[in-house]
Nanobody
Framework: QVQVVESGGGLVQPGESLRLSCAASGSIFAIDSMGWYRQAPGKRRELVASITSDGKFNYVDSVKGRFTISRGSVKNTLFLRMNSLKPEDTAVYFC???????????????WGQGTQVTVSS
């Protein structure tokens, strides 16, 4: 199967930066897209940013110009650089990987356990 692990969350003050990391491992035949989602208390999980295998980016409007998603040089790694953080960015951030485990299977969404990001003065 596929394992997804996030890291890099923490407590920061408004205006500061954080960099989240994600690593996918296991029986991965191909990846269609990778992305970051977040879920704040009492709210639904929302897409923050994603990148497809052919390099197309997508960002939620609230983070455009502040967050940058990128694929790592190490295979199946993903990063989210978050600048100018705001209190409303506080949430648990999840890494999502849309992966195929062999040539005869379908793409399936795999999720990490999440990493807490708290922005507070």
């Amino acid at each position: 199967q596929v394992q997804v692990v996030e890291s890099g969350g923490g407590l920061v003050q408004p205006g500061e930066s954080l960099r989240l990391s994600c690593a996918a491992s296991g029986s991965i035949f191909a990846i269609d897209s990778m992305g970051w989602y977040r879920q704040a208390p009492g709210k639904r999980r929302e897409l923050v940013a994603s990148i497809t295998s052919d390099g197309k980016f997508n960002y939620v409007d609230s983070v455009k110009g502040r967050f940058t998603i990128s694929r790592g040089s190490v295979k199946n790694t993903l990063f989210l650089r978050m600048n100018s953080l705001k209190p409303e960015d506080t949430a648990v951030y999840f890494c999502n990987v849309d992966a195929m485990v062999d040539s005869g299977s379908n793409y399936v969404d795999y999720w990490g356990q999440g990493t807490q990001v708290t922005v507070s003065s």
